[in-house]
């Protein structure tokens, strides 16, 4: 018998052990991630009295793998849209906590004295929040409606992509050893093009693509174009020297702009549930349980910065933003633990070899306890707050509230700022897509172009077919704006106006110019002066095609119309819209939606009956029934089954409201009747003295009396499928009868009624 290939024996050596101990950790109610955990020390080379994985190698292969798709489905509920929603309040807040949990990190890691890199390392991975066990926290303990739970969860988007970006950087800095800020700047800068790119690029090809596939798109197909895009993208990211995590979480970020996002998000679970399972493993196979003991006094020490840091530097950079003293204490303590990019980036320190070798199994050991602590945490954090209102005088109190409600005020913007902003946002777009596709173009096309057809026929056919990929981006350059409101307001209200606003649109036609003449000068090798005459004449051809005009007016809305899909869809099946949420989350009114069970003891009822206001201080705004709407319903309109009720109140008063509706749900269900017993079939024969006999079916009340159906009769050697309810009993009848299982019996056995 021939042996299974040790990869198999290791799989499931880790799958097993994986299993066993999740389901422990389920009974417990803990984190199924600190299972996988476990399960790795369980499985590797520190636990001799267990089977271990043998080929190591291998596992880490797989692991990378598990990396790629925890960094997909991550982008998968990013979205760079998100990240502009989100607001100032989540960027001051999460731009705090990064700043300084970094420095207090990496300030640690020096007093404890660690090397340079390790703590620069440990810096970032103390500064990141675990986004996986925020969110399910939040769903356990039914805080997702709540206001303090929206600030938290956009601070997680903003760090999911300053996570991105430190990934870079200290990737940059592990292998130039030493910190130069030119390298930095053109790290940052070459990250910020190649996302704007991917972003431009993506949105305008990527939904279309699937919009007009969609047809053929079943489960299987649509799963197999996902992560065929996935790793599509991991392997462009590492073409063009970034990681492979990178890439990964930018195409989910892609993919997350589209209609189909939730169904790949689905779709995809499973395979990320198995390869992220591996890579926890993998994480835990790391941790050698003697070293943890060595490490105890730092493991403890850093446990204890974590979450005091998160919690300081989260309430701090809440409070900065604007928000009410309470809601920023409770966004703190929220915080207060690391995740999976802790994990993340310490096995980067590690594949660098720039990080000590007892960073990684520390890192890991406190993001364990910190994920333990973290629900107590979450429900620690209203006594806190409740503390800190008795503590803090009262003037200071005044001066907060103060702070907060000036904060959220509306300022007027200038017409100057709504015209500088546009075309800040249509030059930085378009010159950065323009510029990544002539580089590209230059170093991989243009040769391929060359070698099919040599000398400077190639090298003008090369030179015509960029300029016409980018002549719409730089017509859009040049003259987007150019008779907006804002620039005709700002022409004819003021003279003065007018040099600076033709001044801007001369800087943009120079700029369009510069990068005309890159490829004019890489492909015709002419002198300067020819190129300036050559990419300006160019310039012109340009500015007044009508052709080009339709075609760059053609290419945005194909663009906002990707970018907006999803939105608009989502928009059309809310049950809260999402403009008027977000103006009632301001004045801390809240809109949450709650759908009615099946079995609810409130089906039948009135709002009149319920009320909801009295009990909880609530109210009803809308009820949803299918794809009806009825909104501000009377107090005579009754609850149904699986409606939809939309409902508005503070923050406590829709706790109170769910709490209530889910205790009497159970005093329903505790008081409800036993279920009926499950059918069966049962026959009897009809004897001699039976009163059945000459009796209908109909008449004999099988059906109505025992909630019994007569479903055959055998009689002599003829049989009655499904009889007629005339047909009449006789002496003899083997009677075939279906209902419920005691029914059933008690009846076939007394032959009568």
């Given amino acids: 018998m021939s042996e299974i290939p040790v990869l198999i024996s290791d799989l499931a050596v880790i799958l097993i052990s994986a299993s066993l101990v999740t389901i422990l950790f389920k009974w417990l109610k803990q984190p199924v991630v600190l299972g996988y955990i476990v399960a790795g020390i369980i499985s590797g080379p520190a636990c001799p009295f267990t089977p271990s994985v043998i080929d190591s190698s291998s596992i880490k292969t797989w692991s990378e793998i598990g990396v790629i798709f925890l960094l997909f489905t991550l982008g998968l509920d990013f979205s760079f849209k998100k990240l502009v929603k989100v607001g100032g309040t989540a960027v001051t807040g ?96 070459k990250l910020g093009v190649f996302l704007m790119f991917c972003f431009i690029v993506g949105i305008y090809l990527i939904p279309s693509f699937l919009r007009t596939c969609h047809k053929y798109l079943n489960d299987e197909t649509l799963l197999i174009i996902s992560i065929g895009l996935c790793f599509g993208m991991v392997k462009i990211a590492t073409l063009a020297g970034f990681s492979s995590a990178l890439g990964a979480f930018i195409m989910g970020s892609l993919l997350a702009e589209t209609i189909e996002a939730e169904h790949i998000e689905q779709l995809v679970k499973p395979v990320k549930n198995l390869f992220g399972a591996i890579f926890f493993v993998s994480v835990g196979m790391m941790i050698d349980p003697l070293m943890l003991w060595e490490y105890k006094i730092p493991i403890l020490i850093l446990t204890a910065i974590v979450m005091t840091g998160q919690i300081c530097f989260g309430t701090f950079g809440v409070l900065l933003s604007g928000q009410p003293l309470k809601v920023a204490v409770q966004s703190g303590f929220s915080l207060a633990q690391i995740g999976e990019f802790a994990f993340i980036l310490a096995a980067l320190g590690l594949s660098l070899k720039v990080t000590d070798h007892f960073l990684y199994p520390i890192v890991v050991a406190v993001s364990v306890l910190t994920t333990f602590f973290t629900p107590y945490m979450i429900r620690l954090s209203e006594p806190a707050y409740n503390r800190l209102e008795r503590i803090i005088p009262e003037k200071w109190m005044l001066l907060l509230q103060k702070y907060a409600s000036g904060s959220s005020t509306i300022t007027q913007k200038s017409a100057w700022h709504k015209l500088l902003k546009a075309l800040a946002r249509i030059v930085g777009t378009y010159a950065s897509v323009s510029i990544v596709l002539i580089f590209v173009w230059l170093q991989y096309v243009s040769p391929l172009i060359t070698n099919y057809l040599p000398g400077w026929k190639g090298d003008i056919l090369s030179l015509i077919l960029i300029l016409t990929l980018i002549s719409p981006m ?21 003279k003065f106006n007018r040099g600076p606003l033709i001044s801007l649109i001369l800087l943009r036609v ?182 059945l006999i000459g009796k209908t079916i109909q008449q004999s009340g099988i059906r109505d009396k025992a909630d019994c159906l007569v479903i055959g009769i055998e009689r002599g050697n003829t049989s009655l499928k499904n009889p007629d309810p005339s047909t009449q009993f006789q002496e003899g009848d083997l009677v075939w009868i279906v209902g419920e299982r005691s029914k059933v019996l008690r009846f076939s056995e007394s032959n009568t009624l």
């Fill in 94 to 189: 999460a731009v705090t906590i990064v700043a300084g949990m970094m420095f207090v990190g990496y300030a640690t890691g020096l007093a404890l004295g660690w090397r340079h890199m390790t703590s620069l390392f440990l810096g970032g991975m103390l500064s990141m929040s675990s986004t996986t066990i925020i969110y399910k926290a939040f769903d356990e303990m039914g805080l997702r409606n709540q206001k303090f739970s929206g600030v938290v969860l956009g601070i997680l988007v903003v760090e999911d992509l300053f996570a991105v970006l430190m990934m870079v950087l200290l990737s940059t800095l592990a292998v130039s050893k030493q910190v130069e800020g030119m390298e930095l700047l053109n790290s940052v800068v």
């Fill in 474 to 494: 730089l017509r859009a350059i040049m003259m987007k704006k150019n008779r907006s409101v804002e620039f005709q307001q700002l022409w004819n209200d003021n």
């Fill in 510 to 691: 120079i700029l369009c110019i510069v990068m005309v003449m890159i490829p004019v000068a890489q492909l015709l090798n002419t002198a300067a002066s020819y190129m300036w005459v050559i990419a300006s004449l160019i310039i012109i051809s340009i500015i007044f095609s009508k052709k080009l005009k339709k075609q760059s007016i053609l290419m945005e809305r194909r663009f906002f119309s990707n970018l907006t899909a999803r939105e608009v869809e989502e928009e059309k099946h809310a049950t809260i819209n999402h403009h008027f949420a977000n103006h009632m989350l301001e004045r801390d009114l809240h809109l949450a939606d709650f759908e009615v069970k099946q079995n609810s003891p409130s089906i039948g009822k009135t709002l009149r009956e319920l009320n909801f206001r009295k009990h909880c201080n609530v109210n009803i705004v809308t009820i949803i029934r299918g794809d009806n709407r009825i909104n501000i319903p009377g107090g005579e309109e009754h609850l149904y089954p699986f409606d939809k009720i939309v409902v508005a109140g503070s923050d406590s008063d829709l706790e109170h409201f769910r709490t209530y509706v889910e205790e009497k749900y159970q005093d329903y269900k505790a008081h409800l009747h036993p279920k009926a017993n499950d059918v069966s079939i049962e026959q009897f024969q009809i004897s001699d003295n039976s009163k």
